[in-house]
């Protein structure tokens, strides 16, 4: 029997899965289906990659993988409605939703928890991991190797899986928030909107690729960038009294504090 995947879940983190993995050809190698309760969002996924989309789980043999993006709410009723397709390996990007819980809800499967940020469609995301001890090492290195495909996969404990939901899953939100403005100081200064987010984006894209490449600081990247009595170190005074690196610092924070909550 092929080898199959199933998606459980086509919004914005469904979608970026398996579009992270298609990027690197996993379809080829394994059979994707696409379930979602909005059957329209399965479909147009699935027909937009040339991919097999479920009406029906009754239909389908048991998956090798079945992945879980659905909302922290739904994922009781998703596990249940998945009780004939197991054993399988769940690998849940679900909030808040721990092993041992999740567990009772399939107990002939086994659960891998990850917190992926939507940077995985592109293959640049940040991906930690933490296995059941019901995952057999075989499946643990077969998965590892299918989710470095997304990006940076590393194994953390579960404990600190809401860590990093703060810091890497929303981290984005807050890099395009940060995006956003520096486009805005573009236009302010009379640069057309289109041109300045490009540069803007560009900028940032550079700057994490550089800091990425030489393994630097930031800080030195700064000094590097700032001549003294220029434009740069003009432009950090007023971030700094702003207090922009507290602010970011807080923001962190505030999620965290968030992501502690949203599985209670
Ligand atoms: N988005 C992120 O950046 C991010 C980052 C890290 C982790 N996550 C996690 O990923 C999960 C999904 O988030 P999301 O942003 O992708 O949510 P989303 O866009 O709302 O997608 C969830 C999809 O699952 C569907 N669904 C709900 N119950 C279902 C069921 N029983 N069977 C099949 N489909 C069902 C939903 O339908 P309805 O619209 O009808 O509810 C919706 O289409 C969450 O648990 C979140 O914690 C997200």
Request: proline fraction near 4%; aromatic fraction near 8%.
């Amino acid at each position: 029997m092929e080898d199959s995947m199933l998606f459980v879940g086509c919004g914005n983190m469904g979608s970026a899965l398996v579009r992270g993995l298609c990027r690197d050809n996993w379809h080829k190698k394994f059979r994707f289906f696409l379930f979602d309760q909005v059957l329209e969002k399965a479909k147009s996924l699935a027909s937009s990659l040339g991919l097999e989309w479920v009406e029906d789980l009754s239909n389908l043999e048991a998956p090798r993988f079945i992945f879980l993006a659905v909302k922290p709410g739904d994922v009781r009723e998703a596990l249940l409605s998945l009780r004939d397709l197991s054993p399988a390996v769940f690998i849940s990007t679900v909030a808040g939703a721990k092993i041992q819980d999740l567990e009772e809800f399939a107990p002939q499967g086994a659960i891998v928890r990850v917190m992926p940020n939507l940077c995985v469609e592109v293959g640049e995301g940040v991906v930690p991991v933490c296995f059941s001890p019901r995952v057999k090492v075989e499946e643990r290195e077969d998965l590892l190797f299918l989710l470095s495909s997304l990006g940076w996969v590393f194994e953390a404990q579960e404990e600190e899986l809401d860590l990093f939901t703060a810091l890497s899953g929303s981290g984005p939100g807050f890099v395009a928030l940060f995006i956003e403005a520096l486009a805005d100081g573009g236009v302010k200064i009379g640069i057309p909107w289109e041109k300045s987010l490009k540069v803007s984006v560009q900028t940032v894209a550079g700057g994490a690729s550089l800091l990425k490449a030489r393994g630097m600081h930031p800080a030195q990247l700064k000094n590097w960038v700032a001549s003294p009595g220029g434009t740069t170190i003009s432009g950090i005074k007023k971030l700094e009294e702003g207090a922009f690196r507290g602010l970011v610092m807080e923001a962190v924070e505030e999620a965290y504090k968030r992501a502690k909550n949203v599985g209670k």
